[in-house]
DNA sequence: GCGTGTGAATAGTTTCACAGCC
DNA sequence: GGCTGTGAAACTATTCACACGC
């Protein structure tokens, strides 16, 4: 299969928002309702969704529970990944603690830092480790995904020594452009990009 | 002016790697050079760089000290912005000892929390208010971008504060999508969906 | 020669329109 | 009647090719 970058961004948010009606008990879901939902419109969502092989007719909209469960099959989000993420400072000790990735789907299994007085002084039911042991504990454990928290400066050689480890997706939060083999797949968040591109937008308008 | 988001984020990346570029003492960037460094093409760059109606000509590339200058002027990123983060748990007071934001010109000028207790605790430079005084805050200082922390269940609450009290862009870090007036700039940082992007990537590669 | 600026060509994405099913 | 699935049309974005300035 070969979606593109939005059709898949648009699967995330629709498997997120299935989840949520499924928590609430909704049984039928419409493709205009997820389009409201999600910022698209109800054609783009159909589109989607038939790239996927659409499931079946109903005049109620889809059925969250095994459309849910398709799309979890379909792209393997239901498998529980396991991640790391390297570097404990306040960003790192923050996303250690995020709850909603244990609920949904992600389990953190390891930190690293460098420091080892901020190992030693970390409370948290996650065990954390010297970046030394980083390729040991990654292939021991298993872990897929590797998150980046460090600062910019130490980012790149981090990036190589999850590359080294063999995971094989990589999220970074540090602010700089980090080179990372194309078979591991990434995702840049950067806080300061994110602030600067909605201040771009307060000039250049377009919808 | 109308650009596509695209391009907006392109040239948010161009202006930052331009900053550090100057930092380091460099003086002139070349199409490809920068094309490599945001991941893009050289093509995409000049086209975006000739919708804000190109520089002037050199064989060198493009002179970063005065392009830097030309984008933050157009874009108006250079004028120092003031934001505030709503909601001090773990995230929230990451984000406000984050020093990037304030290297880049976004100044937090205050955090809100509807704990009294956790603000009182917040060692911090930063000043912190209760929820209940965000639009007297936000109105007396200025304040121009909302980062919300805060979980789900508060989150449409907050964003709703915040519209009322006029901030003109959100910055949403919680993991539900929120409904926010077309007229206020946002964008979403959902750290679950990112993850779910990578995740589903593993499966559906497409470059 | 090197590297930009930009119209034209190509590729990709979204919207539409409508047939089909419940 | 309501809502999906999907080919065709409209739109948007990227890539290319080449003229131009230094």
Redesign the interface.
């Known amino acids: 299969?070969?979606?593109?970058?939005n059709t898949?961004?648009r699967?995330?948010?629709i498997?997120?928002?299935l989840d949520?009606l499924e928590k609430r008990g909704v049984d039928f879901v419409s493709s205009k309702e997820l389009a409201g939902?999600?910022?698209a419109t109800e054609y783009t969502i159909r589109k989607d969704i038939s790239l996927l092989g659409g499931p079946g007719y109903t005049r109620k909209g889809y059925e969250v529970k095994s459309f849910k469960k398709e799309l979890g099959e379909?792209?393997?989000?239901t498998k529980r990944?396991k991640?790391c993420i390297v570097g404990l400072?306040?960003?790192g000790?923050?996303?250690l603690?995020?709850e909603?990735?244990q609920e949904?789907?992600?389990e953190i299994v390891a930190g690293f830092d460098c420091s080892v007085n901020k190992i030693e002084r970390i409370r948290t039911s996650i065990d954390v480790f010297a970046v030394s042991r980083l390729e040991e504990i990654v292939e021991a454990r298993d872990i897929?995904?590797g998150i980046v928290a460090v600062p910019?400066e130490s980012a790149q050689e981090v990036v190589d020594l999850l590359t080294k480890a063999g995971v094989?997706?990589?999220?970074n939060f540090s602010?700089?452009?980090v080179n990372i083999p194309?078979h591991i797949?990434?995702?840049d968040?950067?806080?300061?990009?994110?602030?600067?591109?909605?201040?771009?937008?307060?000039?250049?308008?377009?919808?």
């Open positions: 299969m070969d979606l593109s970058n898949i961004e699967i995330c948010k498997f997120g928002h949520a939902e999600i910022g379909k792209f393997l989000l990944r991640a400072g306040r960003l000790t923050a996303l603690d995020y909603n990735f949904d789907g992600f897929e995904l910019a094989k997706g990589i999220l602010p700089v452009k194309t797949v990434h995702l968040m950067d806080f300061t990009n994110a602030l600067r591109f909605i201040a771009a937008r307060f000039i250049m308008k377009k919808t």
